[in-house]
């Protein structure tokens, strides 16, 4: 069974620092990657998508892909109160179908 | 760009009563949608997958004769739950992926409906 796998948290970080939120996948054949930040009781928001082994960055957002370790993280820099939300993480894996994890509850405390 | 609405974002009925839910994309022609379902504190489950013009594809457990959907155009999905019932409140989600170009595999979510029902 394809899995993708975040830890639940609360990840708790203050104010200004880096939070880092991890993920990992198991399909093998996963070819693209993608960061949804769910705020509660609202739909999921794209962050971004990573497609190609290494870093790509979008303002305080970094994505990190290594396709040999099966693993997805996402590094938000000097974290905001408003980060404070649900991070999914989905891998695609045949077609247009998305496999996503059980999210990771993000707290950045003032 | 790539903006995916939903109507209504909210509705309460009474148990027996169908509703529809329509999700269209703004901006783009979907050549898929997808329908999702999330309980309080749960993760996203996805519900069906409809193609324009054909079928939808129903994950399993999902009932397909009580949760109805029809993707009749390139912007235009919709979901009907038939003869809702309690146990049915939950929000529902629904997903578009344009047709062409590097980012088709792309969802972008609308904004959801949350359904109560009495």
């Known amino acids: 069974q394809k899995e993708v796998e975040q830890n639940s948290g609360p990840l708790s970080v203050p104010e200004g620092a880096i939070a880092s939120l991890n993920c990992t996948y198991s399909d093998r054949v996963s070819q693209s990657f993608f960061w949804y930040r769910q705020y509660s009781g609202k739909s999921p928001e794209l962050i971004m998508s990573?497609?190609?082994?290494g870093d790509k960055e979008d303002g305080r957002f970094t994505a990190q892909l290594n396709k040999a370790s099966q693993y997805v993280s996402l590094l938000i820099r000097d974290s905001q109160p408003s980060d404070s939300a649900t991070y999914l993480c989905?891998?695609?894996?045949?077609?247009?179908?998305?496999?996503f994890g059980g999210g990771t509850r993000l707290m950045v405390k003032p | 760009g790539a903006v995916v609405s939903q109507h209504p974002s909210w509705v309460i009925c009474k148990s027996g009563t169908s509703v529809k839910i329509e999700c269209r994309s703004l901006?783009?022609?979907?050549?898929?949608m997808f329908w999702y379902r999330q309980f309080p504190k749960q993760s996203l489950m996805l519900m069906a997958t409809s193609n324009e013009g054909s079928k939808a594809t129903y994950e399993q457990g999902v009932e397909k004769d009580k949760f109805l959907i029809n993707h009749a155009s390139l912007t235009l999905s919709t979901l009907t739950v038939t003869s809702a019932h309690p146990e049915d409140s939950s929000f529902y989600i629904c997903s578009a992926t344009p047709g062409g170009g590097t980012l088709t595999d792309t969802q972008y979510f609308g904004p959801g409906t949350r359904l109560t029902v009495l």
């Open positions: 990573i497609y190609s082994n």
């Open positions: 989905a891998a695609n894996n045949a077609g247009n179908m998305l496999t």
């Open positions: 901006d783009f022609q979907a050549t898929t």
